[in-house]
């Protein structure tokens, strides 16, 4: 019987990506998700590259009720990966009451149910953010957790408690925590990938959109930062390698490896970028160039940062493996895609 994941958020950017890694490894994925940042079109996009389509529920996991009534309609799930959360650090800043509405009662309805259906295994989808300016870089797990810059911020380090107190608290909860870096580029091929509703504020999806002339210019926030090139430096991740290591980390739980009955991983590939090299390997990868201009620095961007993915390397048999141009070719490719069908 192959296992059962629940994935909530599984129609959105990382959560797509995973389905799709969980099903090609003859997962049994149900998504959950209330598709206020995302649409069904994505289960076919999950079909096309994986021949299997993928059960659904839409469903607000806001809802004490509702959630319990989609728990309690499954049979013997294995384990569930929860994205479902907002994520905009700007819009949280102007809504952090909706962000932590959101985030946090999401992930407790979920955590409520897990509990008392015996479901046994959590992977939860944290972030870097939790470090704020590591002093130390790369930043290892054991590098401190510092007061979040944004609401959004805040709801991750506190969702990690959440789940760190329902542990101690004697519940026979396993769960692993990723704390991604940053997430780029698509599945190759352009059939799911990243298409936020509304203006971008991602590095990433800005370039492609310059790309293709829906903006002038990209703006690069800042070139007076103590970095060699003045620009900000962060560790950006192929999404497919970050989607395999939710893979890892369930392969770890459902197989009793897990040591803690917390684990807590850096998701990342170790290497620092500034946004000029970003732009740079864009503009190779594309054979486009790219308009661009420097603006003011933007509040609450930190200077540097970039992981040591040893421990994930080590427990979760785990590394990222996909090179930069690659990773923003599918970006590139995923953009021309959505400019062709009139989604951009
Ligand atoms: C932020 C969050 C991260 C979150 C992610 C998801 C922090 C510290 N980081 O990442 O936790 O998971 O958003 O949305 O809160 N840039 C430009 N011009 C642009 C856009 C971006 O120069 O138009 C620069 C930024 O200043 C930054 C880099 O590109 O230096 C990356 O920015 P972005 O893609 O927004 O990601 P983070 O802010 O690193």
């Known amino acids: 019987m192959p296992r059962k994941i629940v994935v909530t958020g599984g129609t959105g950017?990382?959560?797509?990506?995973?389905?799709?890694?969980?099903?090609?490894?003859g997962f049994n994925v149900i998504i959950a998700d209330d598709l206020s940042n995302s649409d069904t079109g994505v289960l076919e996009g999950i079909e096309k590259i994986t021949g299997i389509k993928p059960g659904f529920k839409k469903i607000d996991l806001?809802?004490?009720?509702?959630?319990a009534s989609f728990f309690s309609g499954l049979d013997r799930i294995d384990a569930v990966v929860h994205?479902?959360?907002?994520?905009?650090?700007?819009?949280?800043?102007?809504?952090p009451?909706?962000?932590?509405?959101?985030?946090?009662?999401?992930?407790?309805?979920?955590?409520?149910?897990?509990?008392?259906?015996?479901?046994?295994?959590?992977?939860?989808?944290?972030s870097c953010t939790v470090y704020g300016q590591p002093d130390i870089l790369p930043v290892t797990e054991k590098s401190p957790v510092k007061k979040a810059l944004s609401p959004y911020g805040n709801t991750k380090r506190v969702c990690e408690e959440i789940i760190e107190d329902v542990s101690v608290s004697g519940e026979s909860l396993k769960s692993v925590v990723?704390?991604?870096?940053?997430?780029?580029g698509n599945h190759p091929g352009a059939l799911i990938?990243?298409?936020p509703r509304g203006k971008p504020n991602n590095l990433v999806p800005v370039i492609t959109r310059t790309a293709i002339g829906k903006y002038d210019e990209l703006k690069v926030f800042g070139?007076?930062?103590?970095?060699?090139?003045?620009?900000?430096?962060?560790?950006?991740?192929?999404?497919?390698?970050?989607?395999?290591?939710h893979v890892a980390a369930i392969d770890r739980l459902v197989s009793g490896k897990n040591e803690n009955c917390v684990e807590v991983y850096n998701v990342g590939t170790g290497k620092g970028i500034s946004v000029l090299e970003l732009l740079k390997a864009f503009e190779k990868a594309a054979k486009v160039s790219i308009n661009y201009s420097f603006a003011d620095r933007r509040p609450g961007d930190i200077e540097k940062i970039w992981a040591d993915p040893s421990l994930a390397n080590k427990k979760l048999n785990w590394k990222a493996t996909t090179n930069l141009e690659e990773t923003l070719a599918s970006a590139w490719e995923w953009t021309l895609n959505c400019r062709e069908k009139g989604i951009l």
């Open 223 to 245: 070139n007076d930062y103590g970095t060699p090139d003045g620009t900000c430096i962060r560790d950006y991740i192929n999404v497919t390698d970050l989607a395999r290591a």
């Open 13 to 25: 950017y990382i959560g797509s990506h995973t389905a799709v890694e969980l099903i090609n490894r």
């Open 83 to 95: 994205f479902a959360a907002f994520k905009s650090v700007a819009e949280s800043v102007e809504k």
């Open 193 to 195: 990938g990243e298409l």
């Open 178 to 184: 990723l704390r991604y870096f940053n997430p780029i």
């Open 97 to 126: 009451l909706d962000y932590y509405r959101n985030n946090l009662n999401s992930l407790i309805n979920v955590i409520d149910q897990m509990v008392l259906q015996g479901i046994p295994n959590l992977v939860f989808s944290s």
């Open 62 to 67: 806001c809802s004490k009720k509702d959630t």
